[in-house]
């Protein structure tokens, strides 16, 4: 199974005082077996700038080394996902979704991608399908 790695499922691997950190670490760990994990460019660069921000340039610089290593697989951006991150965007204008978000579910939704690594709870309020009624499943 393929499962999307959300911003803060990366913080919360990187920061041992993060709540969730010890749900972070131990979904990892069973996770990384028997599944692919994936990621997007969006997210590669927001969780970097975020553990930049709170934990320093060194934990920055070892989440990008694990990026390198290709224990995550990273899908990139094309024009028809900003379009549609567009579209989502303004469907849920009440949600607030940040363009990582909203680019992540149109990559998810491009490749089949039913789960996601997250602790974001709109995740878990996207809805889509042709009657937007299919909704992806969030761990941990």
């Known amino acids: 199974m393929n499962i999307l790695v959300d911003t803060g499922a990366f913080y919360a691997l990187s920061d041992r005082t993060d709540a969730n950190?010890?749900?972070?670490?131990?979904?990892y760990a069973n996770a990384v077996r028997g599944n692919s994990l994936v990621t997007t460019d969006?997210?590669?660069l927001e969780a970097w700038l975020l553990?930049?921000?709170?934990?320093?340039?060194?934990?920055?610089?070892?989440?990008?080394?694990?990026?390198?290593?290709?224990?995550?697989?990273?899908?990139?951006?094309?024009?028809?996902?900003?379009?549609?991150?567009?579209e989502i965007v303004s469907?849920?204008?009440?949600?607030?979704?940040?363009?990582?978000?909203?680019t992540s579910f149109a990559i998810m939704e491009r490749k089949g991608i039913g789960a996601a690594f997250a602790f974001d709870h709109h995740f878990r309020v996207y809805r889509f399908g042709s009657r937007r009624d299919m909704r992806f499943t969030v761990h941990p």
């Open 21 to 27: 950190h010890e749900n972070a670490t131990s979904f």
């Open 91 to 102: 469907m849920y204008q009440d949600q607030h979704f940040s363009i990582a978000d909203a």
């Open 42 to 44: 969006f997210v590669l």
């Open 51 to 86: 553990i930049r921000n709170k934990l320093g340039y060194f934990a920055a610089q070892n989440f990008w080394k694990f990026m390198r290593s290709g224990a995550i697989q990273i899908e990139y951006m094309t024009a028809a996902d900003l379009d549609l991150a567009w």
